[in-house]
């Protein structure tokens, strides 16, 4: 996930999804097409975020 802000404020969010198992792939690409829409204009809170690798423990 690649995450771009301007003075704390989320400008843009590019996440690539990467599973290999056709049900962790739906969920993954019906996240990545949502998670704009939800954090794009919202500011950046320092120390706040998704846990690193989460989708990865399930491929």
């Given amino acids: ?3 771009t802000l ?3 404020i989320i400008t843009d969010v590019e996440v ?3 599973a290999t198992i ?3 792939l739906d ?3 019906r996240f990545t097409e949502a998670i704009a829409e939800i954090v794009v204009g919202t500011e950046h809170r320092r ?3 998704l846990p690193r ?3 990865q423990r399930y491929p």
């Fill in 27 to 29: 969920y993954q690409e």
């Fill in 53 to 55: 690798g989460g989708f």
């Fill in 22 to 24: 056709p049900t962790s």
């Fill in 6 to 8: 301007d003075d704390d």
């Fill in 16 to 18: 690539t999804p990467n």
């Fill in 1 to 3: 996930m690649t995450v």
């Fill in 47 to 49: 120390g706040a975020g």
